[in-house]
């Protein structure tokens, strides 16, 4: 007996609710189904459907048997699937939903290798501002959530998390010195996206890096001098040297690295995301959205870590040490 023919039979015949439907859809004939069935049925050793001349029902044990079916045959289709991939170049177009920092400042970054890769593929990329699941409209959902994802509804898969961090310019540093606790932001300028917990408490976590336990730091609402939705505008106010802001570390990477901004406070942490490629669904997933995804985890790393924080943190803390030993000017 062909098992695996059975159960592909099984299966739809469950999901058709007909011997002769099912047949149809495998361009066989309703005997050839039936005998796959009953041989299924005296290999397994019990009854799994009930026929009768006007109704198809599955027996408990038939009910119980079809979820693992179900899995299994699901799990046949993704072998085949990236089986292949070895062989064929995938076509057609990607349909991608993304946050704007994130297609902004990390997507459009790798989109040329990708292209490179897979010359037959088209992004077709959507940009909103909160994506938190997986959307029925894409193929893939860029999510950004602040705590790490359970099991619900559709499928994903982690990319990366990113801490949120307060940056600076560098001559705004200078001149206004560089805080060394968060109590001292209250003296400082400071850049924050508008939200309805804009004006709430922040609650700031020591970096326990040398086995010290310290308690967290709760700081008041700040007084601001800038609020906004757009975080490339806290981006570029920062950078132009108008005051400290919060962002991202996805967001902050690359001027980070060019030298533009600094991390303050970088013995501190206050929140970090969690970044996932998320599908609606596993089943019959077209291989250009599975190439996407595994490039995206790829290029992201597919770990419970910051990839743009270590490279970032490192020169935060000498410049930390150094502000110690020497501070600027004091803050006004």
Known sequence: MDQL???????????????????????????????????????????????????????????????????VLVDVDDAQTVAMLESAEPTGTVRVLCT??????????????????????????????????????????IITVSKPL??????????????????????????????????????????????????????????????KKSKPVIVPPPKMALSTSHFDMLHASAAAGMGITALATFVSHDALRRDEMEIVLPDWRIFTLHIYAAMPTRKFVPARTRVFIDFLVEAFGGEARDPWLDEALAPAKIRAKKSRKSPGRKQK
Do not use: W
């Open 100 to 141: 704007p920092g994130f297609a902004t400042h990390q997507i459009a970054k790798h989109l040329a290798r990708f292209r490179e890769r897979y010359p037959k593929l088209i992004i077709e990329l959507t940009v909103q501002g909160v994506v938190s699941a997986a959307d029925d409209a894409h193929d893939v959902s």
């Open 150 to 211: 359970e099991k619900g509804t559709f499928v994903a898969r982690l990319l990366a998390q990113s801490e949120i961090t307060l940056c600076a310019s560098k001559s705004y540093l200078d001149a206004r010195g560089r805080p060394q606790h968060p109590n001292e932001l209250a003296g400082h300028e400071m850049l924050l996206p508008f939200s309805p917990q804009t004006r709430s408490e922040t609650t700031f976590i020591p970096r326990d890096t040398q086995g």
């Open 5 to 71: 023919r059975a159960m592909r039979a099984f299966a739809k015949v469950v999901e058709l609710g007909s011997f002769t439907k099912a047949a149809a859809a495998f361009d066989i004939t309703p005997a050839v189904i039936t005998r796959l069935i009953a041989e299924l049925e005296e290999h397994l050793k019990v009854r799994l459907l009930n026929r009768t001349t006007r109704s198809l029902t599955l027996t408990q044990v038939g009910e119980r048997y079809l979820e693992s079916v179900q899995r």
